[in-house]
């Protein structure tokens, strides 16, 4: 991937505030951060929610098979996928709460407005994420409780071992022994009593105690795999959204951008050939009286037939340039850039032309980006970079200018993100105050 350096800021910038860094390392972290105990706490909570949820769901489940001979079965299926679905949004909740990880819901289950009851246990028994969630509450029992025994014995261990010198006196002043027991039969016994066994067993407790906290991570971690991939929208339905909003963003691109170019004809070079046909209409009745101010008065309007034909070339190139059309986007890039307060030097390394719409996208990311160079940068160079891998066009700008650039809400930067998100593109911006700033756009390659 080609590295070039790009546009600037379409905001202010920011100021970096040094980060502080821990005074521990974080394997000394670990066993004492928030993080270590939640996620603790979560596992132990899952054993007994997890083996509630499997009886519930297994018992249900059962029932409406057995039933299903008779018309019961099919609704106390439904209402066993329904209490899954519950179970769902109690885990979702804990897993946002313990584990940091935000799931969204599964859609409503369709048909119930329509058709009473039946059209609702139709909808809940045809919707994947019911069975999904009755398979969460089958599947998590059993991982439940071997991560709820892992966990408890680690972390017991690790916190016993390690402050076994503060409590060990507890054995010889009530149990009349030096210490825990470590091995014992008819005639020998071993206890952890000298200095030397106390000081091991501390150390030993001192390693599980700095371990426990991994597992425990690596554990939470499978409880967010299970969460996101069970009980959260389908990765159909997740597109099926996506896609809606994508249409959004190209609707409301489409309206603003049929406002801007009505605006552009009524104020520009509409006004002007109205103003062109009062202009020649004064200068024919003045053609007999005063030749000379009937002339002069052409002349006039010869002036603003030329201003109102390049506005109107001008709006052309905005809506789509023809040197894009004819010449490709080395020739139109090469044309923005040479408009652009900034020198750019331009590269564009492509065998062959893409698809008309995503030149388009280029071309129209391009010159926004060099808009945001010349306007907000404060840069003296500017590069422009376009070449394509096996899946993308790969668009780079970058400045040395002062940096900061960021898409914040409601600018331009962000309006272009949108714009790339609409066609599955996507815009990097790396951007650190006192620059270089380089974006980086990557719209789908396709010809």
């Given at each position: 991937?080609?590295?070039a350096?790009?546009?600037?800021p ?92 935000r ?15 039946m ?35 680690l ?13 060990r ?22 206890y ?74 009524h ?33 006039e ?63 129209f ?83």
């Amino acid at each position: 991937m080609a590295t070039a350096h790009a546009s600037a800021p379409d905001s202010e910038p920011d100021r970096d505030t040094p980060a502080r860094r821990p005074r521990l390392p974080a394997v000394l972290r670990a066993p004492l951060e928030g993080r270590t105990w939640r996620e603790f706490g979560h596992l132990v909570l899952s054993l007994p929610l997890s083996v509630f949820y499997f009886v519930v769901a297994v018992t249900m489940m059962a029932l409406g098979t057995g039933l299903v001979v008779t018309f019961l079965g099919i609704p106390v299926l439904a209402a066993g996928l329904t209490v899954c679905r519950g179970f769902g949004a109690v885990e979702r909740a804990r897993a946002r709460a313990a584990l940091g990880v935000r799931v969204a819901g599964p859609g409503p289950v369709g048909g119930g407005d329509r058709g009473g009851l039946m059209a609702w246990v139709g909808g809940v028994l045809k919707s994947g994420a019911s069975w999904r969630h009755f398979l969460y509450a089958v599947l998590h029992m059993p991982w439940a409780v071997f991560a709820f025994s892992v966990a408890v014995v680690l972390w017991t261990c690790g916190w016993s071992l390690l402050t076994y010198p503060l409590w060990r006196w507890v054995f010889p002043a009530y149990a009349g022994v030096g210490g825990v027991q470590l091995y014992g039969d008819g005639t020998h016994s071993i206890y952890l009593d000298s200095p030397f066994e106390v000081t091991v067993t501390s150390l030993v407790g001192l390693l599980f105690w700095l371990v426990t906290p991994w597992v425990i991570r690596a554990l939470a971690g499978v409880d967010r795999l299970l969460v996101t991939g069970l009980l959260g929208p389908s990765r159909l339905a997740t597109r099926v959204s996506e896609l809606e909003s994508d249409r959004g963003v190209v609707v409301d691109t489409a309206a603003a951008d049929l406002r801007r170019i009505e605006r552009d004809l009524h104020d520009g070079a509409q006004a002007r050939l109205v103003a062109l046909a009062m202009d020649l209409g004064l200068a024919r009745e003045k053609m007999t009286e005063d030749p000379q101010a009937a002339a002069r008065m052409v002349d006039e309007a010869h002036g603003e037939v030329k201003t109102a034909l390049q506005e109107l070339r001008d709006l052309a190139r905005g809506i789509h340039p023809a040197i894009l059309t004819d010449r490709g986007l080395d020739a139109a890039l090469s044309s923005i850039a040479s408009r652009c307060t900034v020198p750019v030097t331009v590269t564009v390394d492509l065998p062959t032309r893409p698809a008309p719409a995503i030149e388009g996208i280029a071309y129209f990311t391009a010159s926004e980006l060099l808009q945001n160079i010349s306007k907000h940068s404060n840069a003296t160079h500017a590069t422009l970079n376009l070449h394509h891998t096996p899946h993308h066009l790969i668009l780079q700008a970058t400045d040395n200018g002062h940096g900061g650039a960021k898409g914040t809400h409601n600018s331009g930067l962000t309006g272009l993100t949108e714009r790339l998100n609409a066609v599955d593109g996507t815009l990097t911006i790396r951007s650190p105050t006192g620059g270089p700033t380089t974006i980086t756009a990557h719209i789908p390659w396709r010809r």
